[in-house]
């Protein structure tokens, strides 16, 4: 699989998608790099933004298994791992796989259940796999999580442990469409009160398990030069030390920034990364690694211009 090849199959996704959802643009660009490199995805925004139907025509274009789990509070870690039940035909136990047994998992809503049940996540998007009782079941290469959640100041929403966010590639945030786009969501689906159904919008699968790899292999190859690879440090390394953070990102945030700009790259037709690639995908990598500290949190800083001050002040390779 070559370039031109990943750039045809990407727009060949990218079309499928449209033809549900409007708009949110940049989220699928995101989405497509994601899975390229084998990464996490958490989409934020209030509730009609479409993330739900934006994870589930994503999916629809990859012939992957395709699981949900609609988190709640009174969710469990079982329900999530799956459980040994014990089988009085043949005097053992055996494990009932829960949802998290899939390829494309959809954890929707997934700050509406407590840490506890989070956590059930950990192991297997770092790891892929999870230890059930003492025994490891992998969970295949291909495993990605899209989680969806609500903004942490509504009702009934818990904050993400730290350990969980750094999990995720990218966070990325949902808003509210522009006039034209509402328009045309209004034109398209204001028939109707439900959500709408994948299947009336005709989306066919392009991409299957054994091509993914492929591309997979292909965007490893990408040149990333030793200057670009300091920039990178450089910036994870100054969220530690910048006077509005009290947390940084962690190493984990330079090895993903990296290989997401390979795929941004690959996904251009370009075989080598450019500086520019690596600044406009900093923000999505970094924003939910870094925490506030108390004096700028009182004067209402937020992460995105935290980092924005950050990539201004590095110097940018030539």
């Known amino acids: 699989m070559d370039l031109q090849g990943l750039g045809g199959i990407?727009?060949?996704i990218r079309g499928e998608i449209r033809k549900a959802v409007v708009g949110q643009d940049?989220?699928?660009?995101?989405?497509?790099?994601?899975?390229?490199?084998?990464?996490?995805?958490?989409?934020?925004?209030?509730?009609?933004?479409?993330?739900?139907?934006?994870?589930?025509?994503?999916?629809?274009?990859?012939?992957?298994?395709?699981g949900r789990i609609q988190f709640t509070p009174d969710l469990m870690p079982g329900d999530v791992l799956g459980t040994n039940l014990f089988n009085f035909q043949t005097s053992a136990f055996s494990l009932t796989k829960g949802p998290i047994f899939t390829q494309l998992l959809l954890a929707d809503e997934i700050n509406r259940t407590p840490p506890k049940t989070q956590a059930a996540l950990l192991q297997a998007m770092n790891e892929r796999f999870v230890t059930i009782d003492g025994t490891d079941y992998p969970l295949g290469d291909e495993f990605m999580v899209v989680a969806t959640q609500n903004p942490i100041e509504q009702q009934g929403t818990y904050p993400l442990p730290e350990a969980q966010l750094d999990r995720f590639l990218f966070k990325?945030?949902?808003?509210?469409?522009?006039?034209?786009?509402?328009?045309?969501?209004?034109r398209r689906h204001g028939n109707r009160s439900a959500m709408p159904k994948l299947a009336d919008f005709g989306l066919h699968p392009v991409l299957d398990a054994g091509s993914l790899g492929a591309l997979r292999d292909e965007v490893a190859q990408i040149t990333l030069t030793d200057a670009l690879i300091d920039y990178i440090v450089d910036i994870v390394r100054a969220t530690r030390t910048h006077p509005s953070l009290e947390v940084g990102a962690s190493t984990r945030a330079a090895n993903m920034l990296a290989a997401a700009a390979r795929a941004y790259a690959a996904l251009h037709g370009r075989d080598f990364v450019l500086p520019d690639d690596i600044k406009?995908?900093?923000?999505?990598?970094l924003r939910h690694r870094v925490v506030l500290s108390p004096g700028a949190e009182i004067e209402g800083q937020g992460a995105d211009r935290i980092v924005d001050d950050i990539l201004e002040q590095i110097a940018v390779p030539r």
């Open 26 to 66: 940049e989220a699928i660009e995101l989405l497509l790099v994601s899975l390229l490199v084998g990464g996490h995805v958490l989409l934020e925004g209030v509730p009609g933004t479409a993330k739900t139907l934006l994870t589930q025509a994503f999916a629809a274009t990859l012939q992957l298994q395709f």
């Open 280 to 285: 406009l995908l900093a923000l999505p990598v």
């Open 172 to 186: 990325i945030p949902i808003t509210y469409p522009d006039r034209e786009e509402e328009r045309a969501i209004v």
């Open 10 to 12: 990407a727009d060949s």
